[in-house]
């Protein structure tokens, strides 16, 4: 494979298993935030230990994040020297502003929570991880807004001379109508994959009839927000499927494998088509839900892929400028068909729990113990549909990815630096899954009251 095609891939497995662990560190910031609440207010010990149990695997996952974040924006000067020449008067302001002043807050008052137990007064304590909570998102806006200017360019001029976008109005760039839809609709997705994550560890002990009150509480608040933010996720991508329609057409047609422009588009449910994405074999599709999706009416105009293609020449001139259309249709159908699978799955939940049957009910416990790795697909084919649905284009409209590499770079230096990152990164998902797994299952045995739990320490090294 040549340079591009590695460096394609090298990013790619960087970026979601970087991804794997974000979104569990903005959700669960906010829900062990909201348990320590719960904590100051009602004084019980059940809500410390769970603030506590919790607190211990945000903090593991916190790591892990930071740790493949870095590695992740290195390869922007390795591999993509042309980009980033290219984009770094844009980039520089809202990346800077995310380390300066994001990450500071994450990281300052996440160390004054983890060691500030029994040294800073309760109320104090408990301003710390809301202050950690406010530090995520914002860490996620100023990244997303970031992100956003590459999906629709705003705010910048065009140097002839010097080959590069350069920022003109930087609150044009933190209103972008793209980042307007895709930050709450990040943020849903980050407080689902958290919910979940609390449902998941909860059903363990539930199945397992350990602590039973303390899970019955920690998996109410879980199926909650899973109502909460799997609603909020299928509205806001809702939103989201809208501006796409606009600003990229050609990833909504391909989302939908609709080849030909229509009105009153249908929805497709299943469909196979040829191995190199050209043309359609089977088809089973819902009459007019394209359009209501895409346009928010019923006979609304969806444009197809051919007539896309054909209005991109005339505006760039010759090429293809379709991306993947299998992977594009199929990982559009995971993210949004989890979304409404784990709605489904809260509302049985909190069903549940009002019949009083939720610390009986082993097959919902069990469901939702391994429904844990849901979000984290969805999380996965979401991104791999923004980024490659996105093709060719680095930048959309300005920069395609074939001219943003580095121009110097060997193919056998990429492939060698790919194979020691999967090798790695394949140790250290080891390493966290086993840490994880150890302290969501065994961070209570050692306690045999509550009260010991109230009067021990969260931490012990």
Known sequence: MDTLTLARWQFGI????????????????????????????????????????????????????????????????????????????VFGAPLAIEGLLAFFLESTFLGLW???????????????????????????????????????????????????????????????????????????????????????????????????????????????????????????????????????????????????????????????????????LFNLTLPHLLSVLATNTWDGEVQGINQVQAQEERLYGPGDYMPVIPITYWTFRIMVGVGFLLAMLAIWGLVLFRQGKLAGATRFNRIAMWSVALPYLANTAGWIFTEMGRQPWAVYGLLRTADAVSPRMPAWMVALSLSGFTLVYGLLAV??????????????????SDAEAEAGPVFSY
């Open 14 to 89: 960087t970026t979601v298993y970087h991804f794997l662990f974000v979104p569990l560190t903005i959700g669960l910031a906010f829900l062990v935030a909201v348990m320590e609440s719960l904590y100051y207010r009602s004084d019980r010990a059940s809500d410390l230990r769970m603030t506590r149990l919790f607190g211990h695997l945000f903090a593991i996952n916190f790591a892990m994040g930071v740790a493949t974040g870095i590695v992740q924006e290195f390869q922007f000067g390795m591999n993509w020297s042309n980009y980033s020449r290219f984009v770094g008067d």
């Open 114 to 280: 983890l060691f500030g137990w029994e040294r800073l007064p309760r109320g104090l304590h408990l301003a710390c991880i809301w202050v950690v909570s406010a530090g995520t998102v914002l860490s996620a806006l100023f990244i997303l807004a970031a992100n956003s200017w590459m999906q629709h360019p705003v705010g910048y001029r065009l140097n002839q001379a010097s080959g590069r976008a350069e920022m003109t109005n930087f609150w044009a760039v933190l209103t972008n109508p793209t980042l307007a839809v895709t930050f709450p609709h990040t943020v849903m997705a980050s407080l689902l994959t958290s919910s979940l994550f609390v449902l998941g560890v909860s059903g363990w002990y539930l199945l397992r009839h350990r602590r039973v009150e303390l899970f019955q509480r920690s998996a109410a608040l879980g199926l909650v927000f899973t109502l909460i933010s799997s609603l909020g996720v299928i509205l806001s991508g809702h939103a989201q499927a809208q501006v796409m329609t606009q600003q990229q057409p050609m990833k909504m047609a391909a989302a939908e494998a609709l080849y030909q422009t229509e009105k009153g588009a249908e929805f497709s449910l299943f469909a196979i088509g040829t191995p190199d994405g050209k043309r359609l």
């Open 431 to 448: 390493v966290d899954g086993w840490l994880m797994l150890r302290y969501a299952k065994s961070e209570l045995a050692d306690r045999e």
